[in-house]
């Protein structure tokens, strides 16, 4: 069975998220889309897949090969097969690294349903793809509803069915709708916090630690995929409060029963031995400071003595994590790269007995640094983003 998977705006960190969940490496890939082979004796359900993930927009079923002479045949016998075609059905046409006519395409498809007595609307865009939001709120997940997606490999035209999509309007309210947001330690994205939390590999009663965790962010996520041993900390008393209020209003909003909350503390990330016993953590998830937030018009030297001042509370951290991280544990763990410049402290880490994962070296950004980046091209402080392996 082959299910397709629409990547989110960062295809190479939502693929390596993929590769994590699924727990597999048999997928081909295209541009802006993944399609993995899954076993038959899996059963995968696209909606818990879908809502374990940050980094993909959509989960479908690869349903047949087809050719555009086909389409319209081959959508509509998926109407006709998989709908409740008693009431006015909806469909829509969604494309990735292919262009044809959509809309003669679409009018094809309505024809030939009015042929079989099948009443239907076109749901329709500007672009060659639904957005998460049309899909949903247009009630093609329904029994009465379908986005067909055309997936074009090299010479392989392929056609499915999404089955789910991301939930955009949870991602957004437990980014906006929290009780307690700080622009110095809680922007962190949602999505973000979950494609790391996935890539640390852990099992849901693993213990994992966000030691900078400042309003909570990787610490919601992570009670929300059913880590029970979640714990965070932070040296300012604030942002504990904070993270205490966010935990609290989620487990009030969540329509998922939590079964418990994380552990908090007050605690310096350069001292977390004196507050955690030694070898008692399996995975470290975390977005340290990334130092101040208005260093756009600053001078190159400027740049560069907070670039020194983050490489020393970066390794300084480091020499903690290796106290309490269990042998073979994993850091995930976001570094700033401000206005091009990098933390040159790849070497040290090294030395203290980390190395990049390399399970992902043919999906790294910087193949050099074996990380991923994420920002905007005109963005002042990006994201990089490492997998360490404790060896």
């Known amino acids: 069975m082959h299910y397709f998977f629409i990547l989110g705006n960062h295809p190479r960190l939502s693929l390596a998220e993929l590769i994590c969940a699924l727990k597999s490496r048999d997928y081909q890939t295209e541009d802006g889309f993944a399609v993995f082979e899954i076993e038959e004796k899996t059963v995968l359900n696209p909606s818990e897949v879908q809502n374990r993930l940050g980094g993909t927009v959509k989960v479908g079923q690869v349903v047949k090969k087809t050719n555009f002479g086909c389409l319209a045949d081959d959508v509509g016998e998926i109407i006709k097969n998989q709908l409740n075609i008693k009431q006015k059905i909806y469909f829509g046409l969604s494309a990735y690294n292919c262009h044809f006519d959509v809309k003669e395409a679409a009018l094809t498809i309505k024809i030939k349903l009015k042929r079989l007595e099948i009443a239907s609307r076109w749901v329709q865009s500007r672009d060659l793809a639904l957005s998460s939001v049309i899909v949903k709120t247009n ?35 437990r980014d906006y709708g929290r009780p307690a947001r700080d622009i110095r330690s809680g922007m962190l994205p949602p999505k973000i916090a979950r494609i790391m939390i996935n890539l640390s590999q852990t099992d849901k009663n693993a213990a994992i630690l966000d030691p900078f965790c400042g309003s909570g962010t990787i610490l919601q996520e992570a009670i929300l995929l059913g880590y029970e041993q979640a714990k965070g900390s932070d040296i300012s008393q ?8 966010n935990l609290q209003w989620l ?28 070898e008692s953590i399996d995975a470290i998830v975390t ?7 208005n260093l756009a018009s600053e001078s190159p030297q400027k740049i560069k003595k907070v670039i020194d001042e983050l ?17 073979e ?26 190395m ?6 043919n999906l790294y950004d910087d193949s050099a640094r074996q990380s991923f980046l994420y920002g905007r091209p005109d963005q002042t402080i990006k994201r990089e983003i490492f997998v360490f392996k404790r060896v």
Do not use: W
Not at 238 to 245: G, T
Not at 333 to 342: A, D, E, R, S, Y
């Open 251 to 278: 487990s009030r909003s969540s329509a998922k029963v939590l079964s418990c909350l994380p552990s908090l503390a007050v605690a310096d990330a350069l001292h977390l031995s004196q507050k955690f016993e030694s």
């Open 287 to 293: 977005e340290p400071y990334l130092g101040p937030p």
């Open 139 to 173: 009630k093609l997940l329904t029994q009465r509803g379908l986005e067909a997606v055309i997936l074009k490999f090299k010479n392989d035209l392929m056609l499915g069915a999404t089955r789910a999509v991301q939930p955009f309007d949870e991602f957004s309210n």
């Open 238 to 245: 604030k942002a504990i409060e904070d993270a205490s209020d």
């Open 329 to 354: 544990g994993r850091i995930v763990i976001i570094f700033p790269v401000i206005k091009g410049q990098n933390l040159n402290i790849l070497d040290q880490i090294k030395k203290s007995g980390f």
């Open 356 to 361: 990049p994962d390399c399970q992902f070296s």
């Open 311 to 327: 490489s020393v509370l970066y390794l300084d951290s480091f020499t903690e994590f290796s106290k309490i991280l269990k042998p």
